[in-house]
C-alpha cells in the first residue's frame, strides 16, 4: 500500500526557515520519500511502513526542535497509479 503525508509545522516564520521545518523536512528526505513542496504544506509519499516510520520520526523531531503546532494528513494511495 502506498500512502501520502501532508504536513505543516508552526510557528510560521516568513523571515527563516525555522528549524523545526527543517527537521520535518530531514524526516521525509532521510526516508527516501518522494517530496513535494507547495504554498502551504510539504507532501511525502511513498510505501506504507516507509512513511508511518517518517511521521514518527518528524512528530518527534519538530517537536524536540520547537514546532508548537504539526497539521498530519495521511492518504491511502492507488497502487499502480498513486491516485486516491
Same mark, same amino acid.
Given at each position: ?5 501532508? $504536513?505543516?509545522?508552526e #510557528?510560521?516564520?516568513?523571515?527563516? $526557515? #525555522?528549524?523545526?521545518? !527543517?527537521?520535518a523536512r530531514?524526516? *521525509? ?5 518522494? %517530496? @513535494?513542496?507547495? #504554498? $502551504? +504544506?510539504?507532501? !511525502?509519499?511513498?510505501?506504507a ?5 517518517? %511521521? ?9 526542535? +520547537?514546532?508548537?503546532?504539526? @497539521? *498530519?494528513? *495521511? @492518504? %491511502? ?8
Amino acid at each position: 500500500m502506498r500512502l501520502m503525508v501532508e $504536513f505543516t509545522t508552526e #510557528p510560521f516564520e516568513l523571515d527563516t $526557515f #525555522p528549524e523545526h521545518a !527543517a527537521a520535518a523536512r530531514r524526516a *521525509v528526505d532521510e526516508a527516501g520519500l518522494e %517530496v @513535494s513542496v507547495g #504554498p $502551504f +504544506g510539504t507532501g !511525502a509519499e511513498g510505501g506504507a511502513e516507509q512513511v508511518l516510520a517518517a %511521521v514518527t520520526k518528524l512528530l518527534k523531531e519538530t517537536l524536540d526542535a +520547537g514546532a508548537t503546532r504539526i @497539521s *498530519v494528513q *495521511v @492518504s %491511502v494511495l492507488g497502487e499502480e497509479d498513486g491516485t486516491p
